[in-house]
Every structure is written in C-alpha cells, then in structure tokens.
C-alpha cells in the first residue's frame, strides 16, 4: 500500500523525540515513532487503504485518512490490534451531534471520555476492574492517547491555538474505560443505547473531569442514588445548568446493592432523572445571583430525558466509591456510539 | 541507527478564501450583526448599532443570534447575508 | 474579537483560507462588562471598522 504522508529521516529514538516536541506533534509524552511499517501494519489490520476517508470535520472541511489517524495512534503507542477502536472512536467524534470543533475548541477544557464495550476488551485486554479511571491497563491509555494526538495534529487543537481550554483536565490525556459486563447483571451501555448484544462498540462523550462519591453506609438504592444525584446538582450549580448526557461510574461495591434490589440500568435512569435537578434561585446561593434576574423558579434538570443517562459498570470490587462524569455543555454535545467494524452511514454530509 | 518517520499532521492546505468587495460607505447602507448570544452581547450591539447610525450613516441595522454559540452560525442566518451590505460578528466572551 | 481571542481568530483566518484576515480587537471579557464598558467596547470597535469594512480609495 501507498502511503503519501511526508517522510523524515531521524538519527534515532532521541532525536525523533525532540524532533516531534519541536514541531508541537506531541502532548507533551514522549511518542513511539511512527515509522512506515508500523502504520501500514494498523491500516493492514483494520483493512483500510491509506486514502480511506474516516470522515470529515464538519466546520472546518477537514478530511481525516485512515493513515493520518494510524500515524498518530501509533505514536500514542497503539498496536495494530487498538487501531479499530480508534477508528471507531474518531468516527463517533466526527458525527455532527458530537459537535467535535466547539467541544475540542472551547474554553471549556473538556475531554473525550470513550467506553469500550462487547468482545473487543478481552481481545485486547481492557480491563474494567481496578483504577478503571485511572491507569487501568495498557489498551484504555493507548486507544484514549491516540484520539488526543490525532485531534493536536490533524485537526490543530492545540492550547492557546485553537484549543481555548481555559483549564483542560487531565483526562485530555486519555479518558478511556472498559465496561466490567461480565460481573454484572445490567445490559452494556452499548446495547442501553441501541445496539446489539455482544456487538463490540465505543461510545464517546465530550466530558468533564471525573467527581468521585462516596457511600457506604447504606445498601438502599434510593440513598446510593441519591449521592450520586446530589453530585449533579452540585455540578448544575457551580458548573452549567445546562442538561444533557452524563455518565455514572457503578463500580461492584456499591453495583451489587444495586442488583441485588432488582434495579436495572433502566430504573437508575429513571431515579435520577427525577433527582438531578436545581432552581435557578439556587445559583444565587453560590455567587451567581447575578444571573438569576426574574427566573428564579425555573427548573433545570441534568437529564434531558431518562435516556440521556450513561450507566456504567467499572471499577474495583471493593470500596463504596461511585463516579460522576458531566458533560461539556450538555444542550450543544451529545453522545455518540457506534459499532466496531461496520460502517454506518460512511457518506460525508450533504452539504 | 536512522529512522524513518512519517509526518502526523494534515498537510493539505485549506483553498485560498476570496474576500469580498468592499463598500466604499456605510451611508444609507444594511449591516447585519452575528452574535453569540452570550452574557453582555446584547448591550455590546446595542451600542454597536447606535454607534453605526450615528457615526457611519447605517440605514438599517440587522441583529441574529446564533442558535448555538459553540457551532458555526445556523443555515438560515448565513442566508441572509447575501442581503446585507456588510457583517460584523467576532470570537469572545 | 476580544483580546483573549485574537490567537484563535488569527488560527481560524488561516485555517478556513484567509491567513492574515483583518480584525478589531477589543477588550475582553464581554460577559462581566458593565455598560460603560460595553459602550467603550463599541466605540473601539466602530473606530477600527472604517478600516475594515470599507473600501481604501
């Protein structure tokens, strides 16, 4: 296969190193070179001519190639095997209701956040277990990578340039979690939003940073539920009372109580819908009167709907922590999944 | 031991843009405004728009605001454009 | 565009096909602005649109 980037020769590792810093094609790690071979081997895996078009960003016209985007997901350390949940993901992201230019573009700061489902993770070894948030396993830090280094260098989203982010988070880095379904009795997200059981998929979700919660001292779903609601309100409050896609993190500890009542994802949805919502007086109690003006009995909730709700199991066995992760602005983004592997309206939008 | 490396970036270059002509004034003319709806647009046009009449001799002042102030402005308000003598719209908040 | 925005106005000029496009710069921010200074903000702003958007003879 052809491909057509620009090739350099470089004296070594070293130098590839300084040479990338130096034209601002890092995220500030060091990176796996990405040498013909090893982009050839991702297209080759995935079955991709180099040409191929992943998609286009819709503002700006941009035209992203499957080898554009194996180049950077081999510098972010993928190997062959990672490279279709990342193109998958980069599909997601490209979807208009995504809104990938504002969301990468805003001051905001916020980040990818990606959910592997299906097959794929024992394939490649995703692991929903212990520090799923964090460092959780060699494929999640890759795939999450690769989708932060293809958006600096394809698209330019680069701080202080076209990415506004007053603060950013450090999920910037890599946002990526497996979902645990095989220790739990709840459908995957995946199939919640509309696809088929064991069908591998990634969801993607311009996301805030993580804000962990507490609560082990009750088995009750109403009060494990309810922290987690008061997490949202509390987000709606001091961040955006804009609603939107939000994703709980469930792990085991707190899951288990959960199950064991008979609570499905459907109902956790449900609950919290309900839960999660503020007056707009409220802002007033935290310094924002000055936007409250004459519409101080409006309610806003978090959740568009019940569906608007991501419910995911991860996380270690122990500990009564849970996660909510809100989104960037929640009217403007939306969450997008799609399967791995099948093309799914693959035409650029009409104009 | 020398590597070959490949370039990461997009390296086309976006077509070259056109500018559009130039009024040689603003008298008796229409200027459309593209906010972004955000806190303080409202008031900064407002005084945009008096500024326009008063010192350039607008004759009609059109204010839009976009739909969603983090996308690019809606089908129909970039439409209407073409009807418009000149545009003032900006990046800010 | 306000001053914390000029770098991004400068990026998406050259970006869409415009490199070098000129714009007004005012202060920044709009959104905790009191009147008088969204009035000086407008006038900064018709002060540099003679240039811009009318045509040199």
């Known amino acids: 296969m052809q491909l057509t980037s620009k090739a350099y020769d470089v004296e070594d590792i070293w130098a590839v190193q300084e040479f990338y810093h130096s034209k601002g094609w890092t995220d500030g790690l060091p990176v796996v070179p990405p040498s013909p071979d090893a982009v050839q081997a991702c297209l080759e895996w995935a079955m991709m001519a180099p040409e191929q078009l992943v998609g286009i960003e819709p503002v700006r016209g941009v035209a992203i190639t499957a080898e554009k985007l194996a180049i950077n997901a081999v510098m972010a350390g993928c190997l062959p095997m990672h490279f279709p949940a990342v193109l998958t993901a980069f599909t997601a992201m490209l979807q208009p209701e995504f809104l990938l230019h504002g969301a990468t573009a805003s001051t905001g700061g916020c980040a990818v956040f990606v959910v592997l489902n299906g097959p794929i993770r024992q394939e490649l070894g995703a692991v929903g277990g212990f520090n799923a948030l964090g460092n959780s396993d060699r494929a999640t830090m890759v795939i999450g990578r690769a989708l932060r280094l293809a958006l600096i260098n394809i698209l330019e989203v680069r701080p202080g340039g076209i990415d506004r982010s007053t603060l950013g988070h450090p999920g910037k880095l890599s946002f990526c979690v497996a979902e645990d379904e095989e220790d739990t009795t709840w459908l995957p997200l995946s199939v919640q939003r509309g696809l088929p059981a064991g069908v591998s998929a990634v969801t993607v979700m311009a996301a805030g940073a993580p804000r962990q919660i507490m609560n082990e001292w009750t088995t009750r779903p109403e009060e494990i539920l309810e922290t987690f609601a008061a997490e949202m309100r509390a987000n709606l409050r001091h961040y955006s009372l804009h609603g939107g896609n939000y994703a709980l993190i469930i792990p085991k500890q707190l899951r288990e109580h959960l199950q064991s009542a008979g609570w499905s994802k459907t109902d956790i949805a449900a609950f919290i819908h309900e839960r999660a919502r503020v007056y707009r007086r409220e802002w007033a109690e935290v310094g924002k009167g000055a936007v409250v003006r004459d519409r101080g009995d409006s309610i806003y909730p978090a959740l568009g709907s019940a569906d608007d709700l991501l419910v995911i199991a991860a996380g270690g066995p122990a500990g009564g922590f849970g996660a909510v992760i809100p989104p960037w602005l929640g009217h403007k983004s939306r969450a997008v999944t799609l399967p791995i592997g099948a093309c799914v309206d693959c035409e650029p939008p009409k104009q | ?93 | 565009m306000t001053t914390r925005f000029a770098s991004a106005a400068e990026l998406m000029a050259r970006v869409v096909g415009f490199p070098g496009y000129a714009f007004a710069v005012i202060p920044h921010p709009i959104s905790s602005a009191g009147d008088d200074g969204l009035r000086d903000m407008a006038a900064a702003t018709i002060a540099q649109a003679r240039d811009l958007l009318l045509r040199r003879s």
């Open chain 2, 1 to 93: 031991m020398t590597l070959q490396v490949l370039d990461p970036t997009n390296e086309t270059a976006p077509p070259p843009g056109q500018l559009a002509l130039r009024p040689a004034g603003l008298a008796g003319k229409t200027v459309g405004f593209i906010s972004n709806g955000k806190e303080g647009t409202t008031a900064f046009f407002a005084h945009l728009d008096r500024m326009l009449r008063e010192t350039l001799g607008v004759a009609s002042v059109i204010s839009r605001v976009k739909s969603n102030y983090s996308a690019p402005a809606d089908a129909h308000i970039v439409a209407e454009i073409q009807g418009w003598d000149a545009v003032i719209t900006g990046i800010g908040d």
